[in-house]
């Protein structure tokens, strides 16, 4: 029906005389604000497809985008349209050609392998020290004249002043301190020169030779602490010397260096109270 039937028919309406009373509307106003309504709701529905088509190619580029980026594929913007379902296909474009594998392969550095640690294994250990090492056991020694447990050549412990001078003569560079006497004795009754201490009591306490000398049991300068131990179970350290017991009444005194090395040995008695000269 046109506008202009519609016109008439309210003309005709509001001009009946069944109504009982002139109507004040105007028919041509009715149809006016008909057709602005009419306008309005086309002009809605105009902005509704407007909207729906940006929503559609809003989620057709999200679409796009994601398919890009998990299968590779190039689609244009014009492969997408506003009356696609979204249920269309979407035909993927070239594919993109695969890196090679120079450009793909990530660029290792290759830093230079340390040197082999030439540090054994476990904490190092400081070097042994050779200076204070006791030397070896080195057996009997019988270098020098021999000095036993009685005696040095034909002088005797416990011997008298006048009983040591009459076999070796008189005693050189006499000297007395106190209740002891200390003399030199030399010559053929004796195997070498030596040192003697004496009391007017006990006769010659302490026998010195002063050259190199020997034990019967093979102890003499050189031997070794082991050497000592071994020839005198019972001996005791004192200071820097062994008592090892020799007799009954006579011990010997083994003077050692740094190293426990013998270097001097004298014969002396077990009671005695004079220096050793």
Do not use: W
Request: hydrophobic content about 35%.
């Amino acid at each position: 029906m046109s506008e202009e039937d519609v016109q008439q028919k309210l003309r005709d309406l509001f001009s009946d005389e069944r109504l009982g009373a002139e109507s004040t509307l105007n028919p041509e106003t009715i149809v006016a604000g008909a057709r602005r309504r009419r306008r309005r709701r086309q002009l809605m529905q105009t902005t509704s497809g407007m909207a729906a088509a940006v929503i559609m190619v809003g989620g057709g580029l999200t679409v796009f985008s994601i398919h890009d980026k998990d299968n590779g594929a190039i689609i244009s913007a014009d492969q997408l349209s506003l009356g696609q379902s979204a249920t269309s296909q979407v035909q993927p474009g070239p594919a993109s050609p695969a890196p090679t594998a120079s450009s793909s392969a990530p660029q290792t550095s290759h830093a230079p392998a340390p040197p082999p640690s030439t540090a054994s294994d476990g904490p190092a250990k400081p070097p042994k020290s050779t200076a204070a090492t006791k030397p070896p056991a080195q057996g009997k020694v019988t270098t020098g004249a021999l000095l036993t447990a009685t005696g040095f050549g034909k002088l005797r412990l416990g011997m008298s002043e006048s009983e040591a001078e009459a076999i070796a003569g008189p005693l050189r560079a006499k000297e007395v301190r106190g209740a002891c006497t200390y003399g030199y004795a030399e010559g053929t009754a004796v195997p070498g020169p030596t040192s003697v201490s004496l009391t007017e009591g006990n006769g010659i306490t302490v026998i010195n030779p002063a050259g190199t000398v020997h034990t019967p049991e093979g102890i003499g300068v050189g031997s070794t602490e082991a050497d000592i131990l071994a020839a005198y179970p019972g001996s005791t350290k004192n200071g820097g010397a062994y008592i090892a017991p020799a007799g009954a009444v006579s011990a010997y005194r083994i003077f050692v260096s740094g190293d426990g090395s013998a270097v001097s040995i004298l014969l002396t008695s077990l009671d005695q109270g004079c220096q050793f000269s």
